[in-house]
């Protein structure tokens, strides 16, 4: 069984058995990625575009990993050497590469809702590598790979976010998905940091880390994203880092078998101390390795899989 759609442009898009079908498939990929060959047939003869219009380290590297041990042919296109800079619109650039002949489109921009352009006019697949401050959908199903894998379930468990939740595709797309899944969301940050009415997804809000974090299964701190905000929502990353820092005394406040995540990249000693990046009870690289096997079942069921 495929998804019976042609993108992935969010989360809040799937229900709650299409997001367990990823994650299930995903599981079958892990074991591939974990054999001396890690590559198989199944999209032999596909295409598959890297666009991105930001920079990335790990989603990149990952889809293009991800559609390599697919068997797909890969081209990463690279905007600062492209025709982009010569005022081509993103429109007019991705019907060039679908001119080639591309399947899949992997797409990162700036700006919300760029993907969604593309699906409404183009036939490959659109996959949202990341859309401005809207959502990431990838890195949250990753994400909830992570945490089903450690924990064995996602449903009743409690997860506090911590950080800039309002410039952040990666909350957004977490807060659909676990709330969907049966998990608690607990979003923890300043008040200029925390949406206005996202308590209607169904998290909680909560403005100090010491009552948010009580109790909790899973900590996700944010990257405090500089880059996204055009005014100043806290007096100094050095304040930010008094209240706010995931540190060893913070992470003791919550159960004692707590998992610690951060999508990457993280900025030490701001949002998350080194002991506690680098601790046992960190999964950051985990999530990077589990990216690969979760991006391999989303070419996969999006390529049709199982299709009559
Ligand atoms: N987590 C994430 O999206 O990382 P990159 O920006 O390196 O792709």
């Known amino acids: 069984m495929g998804l019976k759609h042609k993108d ?12 367990t079908l990823i994650l299930d498939t995903a599981e079958s990929f892990k074991e591939v990625t974990g054999r001396d060959i890690k590559k198989v ?12 219009f930001e920079p990335s380290t790990r989603t990149r590297t990952s889809f293009e990993l991800a559609a390599k041990r697919l068997s797909a042919d890969v081209i990463n296109f690279s905007v600062s050497s492209s025709s982009v800079i010569k005022g081509e619109t993103l429109l007019d650039t991705a019907r060039n590469i679908e001119a080639m002949r591309s399947d899949f489109i992997v797409v990162r921009h700036s700006a919300s809702g760029a ?15 990341g859309d401005g401050s809207h959502e990431h959908p990838t890195q949250a199903l990753l994400d909830m790979y992570t945490i089903r894998e450690r924990k064995g379930r996602l449903e009743g468990l ?18 659909y998905g676990l709330t969907r899944l049966g998990a608690e969301v607990r979003l923890i940050g300043p008040p200029a940091l925390l949406p206005p009415g996202i308590e209607s ?3 909680s809000v909560y403005y100090h880390v010491e009552e948010g974090l009580s109790d909790i299964d899973v900590i996700m701190v944010l ?3 500089l880059e996204r905000q055009g ?10 880092a008094r209240l706010y820092c995931l540190t060893p005394e913070r992470t003791m406040l919550a159960k004692e078998d707590v998992m610690v995540m951060h999508p990457g990249p993280i900025n030490r000693g701001i949002e998350i101390s080194p002991d506690v990046a680098d601790g046992l009870s960190s999964v950051i690289l985990e999530q990077v390795t589990n990216g690969i096997a979760v991006r ?8 049709g899989a199982g299709e009559a």
């Open 8 to 19: 992935l442009l969010d989360i809040k898009g799937l229900n709650r058995e299409e997001i």
């Open 201 to 203: 997804t169904g998290a």
């Open 223 to 225: 990257r405090i994203q």
């Open 158 to 175: 409690k997860v506090a976010i911590i950080g800039d939740i309002t410039h952040s595709r990666v909350a957004r797309s977490n807060i």
């Open 115 to 129: 993907p969604h352009l593309l699906a409404r006019n183009l036939n490959s697949s659109i996959i949202n590598a």
């Open 231 to 240: 005014k100043n929502y806290f007096p100094t990353q050095r304040e930010f």
């Open 41 to 52: 047939p199944t999209l032999r003869g596909k295409t598959v575009v890297n666009l991105f």
């Open 296 to 303: 391999m079942a989303v070419l996969y069921l999006l390529g």
